[in-house]
């Protein structure tokens, strides 16, 4: 029915039959160990059979439709950005036109206009959303205001719509497709995260940087950052159009940005004194918790891949 490249199909099919794999497995221990809660392990897994499958479908019906899904996502993302992070009663009129930026910003991408899609928030929107706070007239918290919301901007805007242009890319590998960089992209970031909680809960002891993430381990770290590269090194041709050195050097990119993402929305969540940014994903918090490391891969390996094949 639907045209799908054969490596991006058996890609999908891998990712369900590692989801149906976890959901086996929970319901397994819930039998063995029936005195423990599984709640929140029940519904993180239900919360990726969700997103999974709207990213899947969304994927296969057209390129628009997957744009659409992820000009919504950075709506979410920003909105919720904007609900944790207070702002100025007078600024009310200036978020409308933060707002707008969106459906402009996946315009460009879905024409393929890279010149303006690269330039149009970190210039237009940057110069358009403190002229108009001016013409409220309003001075006091300024500089703080202006901050928070061109920050807001270029991270739940500017950096998730790199992954929908991944999708009007010229296709150099037929056999995956654009909608193989895509699965490659949000698989690695996602699985860098999984790698890198598996490895500090075996070996970590080094904590790395402890007033912002007490979890967080130099061994979680480089084990983490190993085993991406590796893996990358060997999924990349199959996925995307580079060669087992650049693909391992795209596993490295992923591996380090992914933690730095992870790092910097906790430590806006400890300036602000909460532990999730929302409660929209059953046990995973909000959109910001499930794409704080996506908002540093997805430019990195976007531009990585641009100007080493394009």
């Known amino acids: 029915m639907w045209d799908i490249p054969s490596h991006s199909f058996n890609a999908m099919l891998v990712v369900l039959v590692l989801l149906l794999t976890a959901t086996t497995s929970r319901l397994i221990l819930a039998r063995v160990k029936h005195e423990k809660d599984f709640t929140e392990l029940r519904q993180r897994i239900q919360s990726w059979w969700w997103m999974i499958g709207i990213l899947f479908v969304c994927l296969v019906v057209s390129h628009t439709t997957a744009i659409i899904l992820f000009a919504f996502i950075s709506f979410l993302a920003l909105k919720e950005f904007f609900s944790i992070v207070p702002t100025r009663q007078a600024d009310r009129r200036v978020l409308f036109w933060a707002y707008m930026a969106i459906p402009v910003q996946y315009y460009l991408v879905s024409i393929g206009w890279y010149g303006l899609f690269i330039v149009f928030i970190p210039v237009y929107v940057f110069l358009l959303l403190p002229m108009r706070m001016v013409l409220i007239g309003e001075t006091k918290g300024f500089i703080h205001s202006a901050g928070i919301i061109h920050w807001a901007v270029m991270l739940t805007v500017f950096c998730i719509s790199h992954i929908a242009y991944l999708l009007v890319l010229p296709v150099k590998n037929l056999e995956a497709g654009s909608i193989g960089l895509v699965i490659y992209l949000l698989f690695m970031t996602q699985f860098n995260d999984v790698c890198q909680y598996i490895w500090g809960k075996l070996l970590g002891r080094h904590k790395i940087i402890p007033k912002v993430s007490p979890n967080k381990t130099w061994e979680?770290?480089?084990?983490?950052?190993?085993?991406?590269?590796?893996?990358?090194?060997?999924?990349?041709?199959?996925?995307?159009?580079?060669?087992?050195?650049?693909?391992?050097?795209?596993?490295?990119?992923?591996?380090?940005?992914?933690?730095?993402?992870?790092v910097v929305i906790s430590s806006i969540k400890r300036d602000l004194e909460i532990k999730d940014s929302g409660s929209l994903i059953p046990g995973h918090g909000g959109i910001l918790d499930r794409c704080d490391s996506l908002m540093f891969t997805s430019p990195l390996f976007f531009h990585f891949l641009y100007y080493v094949n394009y």
Request: aromatic share 14%; with cysteine.
């Open 220 to 262: 979680g770290f480089l084990g983490g950052v190993a085993t991406i590269t590796l893996v990358s090194g060997f999924l990349g041709p199959y996925l995307t159009l580079l060669s087992f050195r650049f693909s391992l050097l795209a596993g490295l990119l992923i591996s380090c940005s992914g933690f730095i993402g992870d």
